[in-house]
């Protein structure tokens, strides 16, 4: 993202010198997404002709759809790169009305954590890597390189805006920009439930035994890891009415932490095929569960890196 976003003189006349479309046009020459923000620092309102449900999944901001209307309708489908779009007559009456300027960060390659107070910018200082930060009125949004689907109330305070969503620029922010972890990754892996035993059908083979011929490099007794597996397995299998995935996550994570210095290799695929085995044998549909413990082991790779 750019930090020169300087007012620049008008492109034509259809715009008032110094609008927010000067705040907006170094961002898109950079390859920024960007769309105007109305009173209430919100999207504005669609068109007539895209209003209610015209245009397939855009007026509820799910997909980008079919819709080519050339009104900035359909909030964060609505961003674009396009001067040619962003000076058109039809955007120039929401520039002279714009009270803010928005981007869409899963268009840029970006997700923004967007951490609400100061309880959740403490919570990721603690857990998040360190990256760009940018203060927001009453917290901070924390920028990664990678885009991901969005999801609101990931913990208390915390929002994920990426893919489906925009967030109000407020400046180029400070510090250098890392890569998305996992650990943001894992936020919005969770299920509201768990389904009954058996009500999901698995295509799991017969997952193999962790032993010293999948583990060559591993500096443990054989003892510690079965231990340490056994009492992870449990907590995921206690989870028959909610939470099997997210605990998957974190007894994934709390295992791979204890080989991160083993010479290797450690058998860690065979423990995490343990812990997906487990995860489906209480209702975690199969995928959402290898996915759950692959963003743990990562996460715990790239904590101790």
Not at 122 to 145: C, D, I, K, N, Q
Not at 162 to 188: H, K
Request: aromatic share 6%; charged share 20%.
């Amino acid at each position: 993202m750019t930090s020169d976003c300087k007012a620049r003189r008008p492109v034509d006349g259809n715009h008032p010198d110094g609008s927010h479309l000067y705040t907006a046009l170094p961002l898109a020459a950079a390859g920024v997404p960007v769309l105007p923000l109305r009173r209430g620092k919100v999207p504005f309102g669609n068109c007539r002709t895209c209003k209610d449900g015209a245009c397939g999944g855009r007026p509820n901001m799910k997909s980008a759809g079919p819709c080519r209307c050339p009104a900035p309708c359909h909030a964060w489908a609505a961003a674009t790169t396009d001067p040619h779009v962003l000076t058109s007559p039809v955007w120039a009456p929401v520039w002279r009305e714009a009270v803010a300027v928005a981007y869409h960060p899963g268009g840029a390659g970006l997700t923004v954590v967007d951490l609400d107070n100061s309880a959740a910018v403490a919570w990721a200082r603690e857990t998040l890597p360190a990256t760009r930060t940018v203060s927001t009125t009453r917290g901070e949004h924390w920028l990664y390189r990678g885009a991901m689907a969005s999801s609101n109330a990931v913990r208390p305070g915390v929002d994920i805006k990426s893919l489906t969503q925009y967030a109000r620029w407020l400046g180029p922010g400070t510090g250098r920009m890392a890569a998305l972890p996992a650990a943001v990754r894992a936020l919005v892996v969770k299920e509201e439930t768990t389904p009954a035993r058996g009500a999901v059908a698995s295509s799991l083979p017969s997952r193999a035994t962790w032993s010293r011929q999948v583990a060559t490099g591993c500096r443990h007794t054989e003892r510690y890891v079965r231990t340490g597996l056994e009492r992870g397995l449990a907590l995921v299998r206690a989870r028959t009415e909610s939470g099997a995935g997210s605990q998957a996550f974190g007894v994934a994570r709390f295992l791979a932490a204890q080989h991160t210095e083993c010479p290797g290799p450690c058998g860690l695929a065979v423990l995490g095929d343990a812990v997906v085995a487990a995860a489906v044998a209480v209702g975690v549909p199969e995928t959402y569960a290898r996915r759950a413990v692959a963003n743990g082991l990562e996460a715990a790779a790239e904590r101790a890196a």
